[in-house]
């Protein structure tokens, strides 16, 4: 009778593990996920060179992250956890200081109690590192195991990164590139570091960038969910030539650098074509540079995506569909005063009316709308435009701003003396007041519209959060008035 057939033992060292746990590796085989020959050559190379199993068996493809984290949790009795698909708590990862998380190698992401913080990691048998935590926090803690990219990754999304700058000379003059990210490849610094900001800046979701020259450093900073965020410091010596590298891109006069100056800049980035506008301001250490990125093809939202609570989208929807009247979108830069008209004028983009747009700049194109760009140089302004614009029988009319006393009587006088108008226009203000009182509030438009800033939801960084109509400025609750708040993207 012949003998059964076993597969080989494993190595007696797989089996021993400190405190009676079942080693990485074997906890690996038993679910599949390496092979005993890639097992056996990664221990070898650990014990010639030293180094974490784990690391080893990643790096070499045996294994992925996910594989090697859940075998850790399963070790050390802990969950596993998939960040992408896991929302963390803001709330919670504003606890720790983000050059402590770094250098612990941890991320708060939830409260799985009032006093207990769930914290991700992907090292669980760092003891040290839990007990700096404990005593950071102040609160009892519970581990969680991630993969050591999805810890990154999150980390990166919730604190943002920075960029790593080091002084460098110029032998080479700034050259142009068609894609922003083909120009990180350059061996010029500036045109390097201006090209790694801007993209970084793009993919983070960024609307400004602001390069603001300090004492001793040019601070760089990113508009994100409303909120300016920290993302590089440029040394001193590099703030000439960044600056330059910005008007050059710009088509502005690098030679003066004692009056405000104003530009666009057409770049791609992915495939994709955007646009820069340039803001020069001469300030007391230099020149200031913002940078508004514009996403011309990016896809746009309606209506229903604005994340508005269902009462409040009733009354706006029925405010734009109303066939006179005018509807203001009121909000500090970046609220989203100008996404909430669009998405307006997608609704009543048809081919039965005739929609216009006049704006400083023209930020989406939207195919069958007619829309104008304001230019200073050709002494084309937003009230000369709208004057021959009004000539014109549009239907529905966006204009892109109201800041001066000749634009907001024309928009208030064409909207309540036109039975078919309906103009929609922005004003920056904290509340709907000012503005209905520069457009001549006694005239009969339509009921003004508040857009005030909220942080959107940013991958597994924030929880959505459905806006009401109250989240307004108290002083906007009067009688004759109703608002909404439109989501910021």
Not at 29 to 55: C, F, P
Not at 272 to 296: K, N, S
Request: overall charge neutral; charged content about 25%; aromatic content about 4%.
């Amino acid at each position: 009778m012949e003998a059964a057939s076993f597969p080989p033992p494993l190595p007696a060292e797989l089996y021993a593990a400190p405190q009676g746990r079942p080693q990485l590796g074997s906890l690996l085989l038993r679910d599949g996920a390496i092979t005993l020959e890639q097992l056996e050559a990664s221990l070898a190379e650990k014990e010639a060179n030293g180094g974490r199993l784990g690391e080893i068996l990643v790096r070499h493809g045996f294994a992925s992250g996910s594989q090697v984290a859940q075998a850790l949790a399963d070790q050390h009795g802990l969950d596993y956890l998939d960040l992408g698909r896991f929302e963390v708590d803001p709330a919670a990862t504003g606890l720790l200081p983000e050059n402590i998380a770094r250098r612990l190698g941890a991320l708060p992401i939830s409260f799985a109690d009032d006093d207990v913080v769930l914290i991700a990691v992907s090292d669980p048998t760092d003891v040290i590192a839990s007990d700096d935590l404990r005593l950071a926090l102040g609160l009892q803690i519970r581990l969680a195991v991630v993969s050591v990219d999805d810890l990154t990754r999150t980390r990166e999304r919730c604190y943002g990164t920075n960029l790593s700058v080091e002084m460098e000379a110029f032998p080479e003059p700034p050259v142009a590139v068609e894609d922003i990210r083909d120009g990180m490849a350059t061996n010029a610094p500036a045109i390097k570091l201006a090209n790694q900001i801007i993209s970084k800046a793009i993919e983070d979701g960024a609307s400004d960038i602001h390069f603001e020259p300090q004492t001793h450093a040019m601070v760089v900073r990113a508009r994100i969910d409303g909120v300016l965020r920290r993302v590089a410091e440029v040394p001193k010596g590099l703030q000439p030539a960044i600056t330059s590298r910005l008007k050059i891109m710009g088509e502005l006069d690098i030679a003066d650098r004692r009056i405000p100056q104003d530009g666009r800049i057409s770049i791609r980035y992915g495939g994709a074509p955007m646009d820069l506008r340039v803001a020069v301001l001469p300030t007391t250490y230099g020149e200031q540079v913002v940078l508004r990125i514009l996403h011309r093809a990016s896809g746009r939202l309606g209506l229903s995506d604005l994340g508005m609570s269902p009462e409040a989208e009733a009354t706006f929807t029925r405010a734009v569909k109303q066939p006179y009247g005018a509807v203001l979108a009121v909000g500090p830069t970046g609220s989203g005063k100008t996404t909430t008209l669009y998405a307006a004028l997608e609704y009543l983009n048809d081919e039965s009316r005739a929609l216009a747009t006049i704006e400083d700049p023209v930020e989406y194109q939207i195919p069958g709308v007619n829309q104008v760009e304001v230019s200073a140089r050709a002494g084309l302004t937003f009230a000369r435009g709208l004057r021959t614009m009004l000539r014109s029988d549009p239907d529905v009319l966006l204009v892109g701003e109201v800041r001066d006393e000749e634009t907001a009587p024309a928009c208030a006088t064409w909207a309540s003396s036109r039975p078919c108008s309906r103009p929609r226009s922005t004003a920056s203000s904290r509340s709907a007041l000012p503005a209905v009182s520069a457009s001549t509030a006694a005239s009969p438009t339509r009921p003004p519209r508040a857009s005030w800033p909220r942080r959107a939801p940013r991958g597994s960084c924030s929880s959505p959060r459905r806006s009401t109509g109250r989240e307004v400025a108290p002083s906007m609750h009067r009688p004759g008035i109703r608002a909404v708040s439109p989501s910021t993207r």
